[in-house]
């Protein structure tokens, strides 16, 4: 029993840890294009921003609209770092130092945007976050130091950034899932779930709430700097409110409170945009964002629509059986009642209960997430 | 130790204009049981609001153990040592059984972020012990084959139960409970009438109840208070305040 268990919390680290040996075997070998390289690179760090982010909207329940922001603060001052020590060292001992700078510079954000978080909730928060990206954004393109509208110019780390790229995103993935699975990760979530009686257990919300925007900052900070490394050029433009919604996008796709359901749609959703954009040339761009979009109608469709329930039903149960068999060796879970499917598992919406609620306010509560059932022994 | 575990000293408040409560000065003794009772919206939860620093009260202050806790944030409060259910069940219920109770925990042993974000060895010794800790508490509740499950799957009696668990898991000096009666049916009364006597014998608790099934408050507390329209109407032994022809007036009205 007790490494049937351990299995299911490695199966992060198996996932990322095997693409990684396969495209180092595929890279040594010859295989493995250019175009192909920097696409990895950038599902490397499209993982470690959906992973992230999933510590903000899935695990503390707040919904963040700034994830890029606090990406372009790691690009760009982790971009001036690598740039700048880059013909002093050499590319991989540039890259090591900005990264955990870059880190520590999106963290001190984080800090700085969890503040108001301790006051607001739900949509007033979001808006506070959105506004926020869109202001670092401004602020940095008008600065002289970092190039301006034109962009800062950067050094191509080259194509071994995807090993980079991968490595961190098992750091990430690692430390969320420490985070989650330990006494902390349970107050996070037990202020997710109900704010009020979480403080009256003496959980202390402004702690874990800043702390919580802290590390997501962090990494996304550090997937700014990769990002730095991945490109000539570091461009403002690319850390829109768009893009923070693309990141949204990953984790509420792979189910919000989810880790490897962040891990895939975010590869997924990478794979497929820079391959539509690669293959839509001229006109026909504009159709990308179209089948961007038909794919999350489809994912949504597929996981409310009434008429489509026998069919996840059924498949639902079959995955359930093999997930089991998989994770538990034929063995029969000790929880006897009936198992939804993977997918129904996802929550829908972010509670919002009122900060101020009196004792009368019904609560909101996710549908029928079900979470916390793994127990460590 | 003080003479009295709780000790409220002209506790009021009042919201804008409305008086919600004043006046209110209650005298607990250590592992007493003590109902809070009173017709609806006479100012009962408003008192456990300001006991635990939801609510700050507009007058007068509160002692627990005779430290002075008025003004105190709901977590340090916590923290002191004042632990509370609530009237509408407010579990964590997308956590299991035993997470609802270790999150009461998290306080307990010290065991930083980075050390569990890092899995040192202290992060393990801080689980082990207490998921032991967790486990003895439900099971003296009867919970533990149930540790796995969410806690929203639970029946509603046991929903009741749990919440009382998690309150205790902070290691209270003083345990607040609102309404733990409120939906049972009689049976289910009866023994969570056993519950909560079971608690103050087991864990030397102190307990402050508020309830409105009269057969419970009767079987139960020593002492009472009627709280109404915000100030009290009556204190004393429970026999006598129940017969208290103002008392049988505020309920049954005129």
Redesign the interface.
């Known amino acids: 029993m007790k490494k049937n268990i351990r299995l299911k919390h490695y199966i992060n680290y198996l996932i990322l840890g095997l693409a990684l040996v396969l495209f180092i075997a595929l890279d040594l070998l010859g295989v493995l294009k250019r175009s192909d390289a920097n696409l990895l690179a950038q599902v490397g760090y499209s993982v470690i921003l959906a992973v992230s982010l999933n510590l903000v909207v899935g695990f503390l329940g707040e919904l963040s609209l700034g994830h890029a922001g606090f990406m372009c603060v790691g690009a760009y001052v982790g971009g001036l770092v690598y740039i700048m020590l880059e013909p002093q060292l050499n590319k991989l001992g540039a890259i090591l130092v900005a990264l955990p700078i870059g880190g520590i510079a999106a963290a001190l954000f984080g800090l700085l945007i969890g503040l108001p978080a301790l006051r607001l909730k739900g949509d007033y928060l979001a808006i506070v976050t959105l506004a926020f990206g869109e202001i670092v954004r401004t602020v940095i393109r008008n600065q002289d130091i970092f190039g301006g509208t034109r962009g800062l110019e950067s050094v191509r780390f080259g194509n071994r950034l995807y090993i980079l790229a991968f490595l961190l995103a098992i750091l990430t993935v690692f430390i969320s899932q420490n985070l989650r699975r330990s006494k902390h990760g349970r107050a996070i979530q037990a202020i997710r779930d109900n704010e009020i009686a979480a403080r009256a257990m003496g959980v202390n919300v402004t702690y874990y709430k800043l702390v919580v925007f802290a590390v997501a900052a962090f990494f996304a900070g550090v997937a700014g700097v990769l990002y730095a490394g991945s490109t000539s050029v570091i461009r403002s433009d690319n850390f829109s409110f768009n893009y923070s919604i693309n990141i949204l996008v990953m984790v509420v796709l792979g189910g919000m409170g989810s880790i490897t359901g962040s891990i895939i749609s975010a590869a997924a959703l990478t794979y497929i945009t820079v391959k539509l954009t690669i293959s839509l040339s001229g006109d026909m761009a504009a159709i990308e964002p179209m089948v961007y979009a038909l794919i999350l109608i489809l994912a949504v469709m597929w996981n409310n629509a009434p008429f489509l329930r026998p069919v996840r039903e059924k498949l639902g149960a079959k995955l359930e059986a093999l997930r089991q068999r998989i994770l538990h060796c034929g063995e029969v879970p000790e929880d006897n009642s009936p198992e939804i499917a993977a997918w129904d598992k996802v929550p829908t919406k972010i509670p919002m209960d009122a900060i101020l609620s009196t004792d009368f306010t019904v609560d909101h509560s996710f549908d029928a997430d079900r979470r916390g059932k793994e127990e460590e022994q | 130790m003080s003479e009295f575990m709780l000790e409220t000293q002209n506790l009021g408040i009042s919201f804008g204009g409305l008086k919600a409560a004043q006046d209110v000065n209650l005298k607990i003794k250590p592992k007493e049981l003590y109902g809070l009772i009173g017709p609806n919206g006479a100012g009962k939860?408003t008192v456990f609001?300001m006991l635990?620093g939801?609510y700050l009260p507009t007058t007068g202050r509160f002692f627990l153990d005779g430290e002075d806790l008025t003004g105190k944030?709901?977590?340090e409060i916590?923290?002191h040592g004042i632990?509370?259910t609530?009237?509408?069940i407010?579990?964590?219920?997308?956590?299991?059984v035993?997470?609802?109770v270790?999150?009461?925990?998290?306080?307990r042993l010290p065991?930083n972020?980075f050390e569990?974000?890092?899995?040192l060895p202290r992060?393990f010794r801080?689980?082990k012990e207490?998921?032991a800790a967790a486990r003895e508490l439900l099971n003296v509740f009867g919970l533990d084959e149930e540790?796995?499950?969410?806690a929203?799957?639970l029946p509603y009696g046991k929903q009741r139960k749990l919440e009382i668990a998690?309150?205790l898991?902070?290691q209270p000096k003083l345990l607040l409970l609102?309404e733990p009666a409120a939906g049972m049916n009689p049976h289910e009364t009866a023994e969570l009438t056993e519950t909560i006597r079971f608690v103050r014998d087991h864990f030397d608790m102190t307990v402050l109840l508020i309830e409105h099934d009269m057969s419970l408050v009767s079987g139960l507390c020593d002492r009472v208070t009627v709280l109404n329209f915000g100030t009290t109407l009556a204190q004393g032994e429970t026999s006598e305040v129940l017969h208290n022809p103002e008392v049988v007036r505020a309920y049954l009205g005129d």
């Open positions: 939860t609001n635990t939801v944030s709901t977590v916590s923290r632990s509370r609530f009237q509408n407010r579990l964590f219920t997308n956590l299991s035993i997470d609802n270790l999150v009461g925990m998290t306080n065991c972020m569990s974000m890092f899995r992060h801080t689980e207490l998921r540790r796995r499950s969410l929203s799957n998690r309150a898991a902070t609102d």
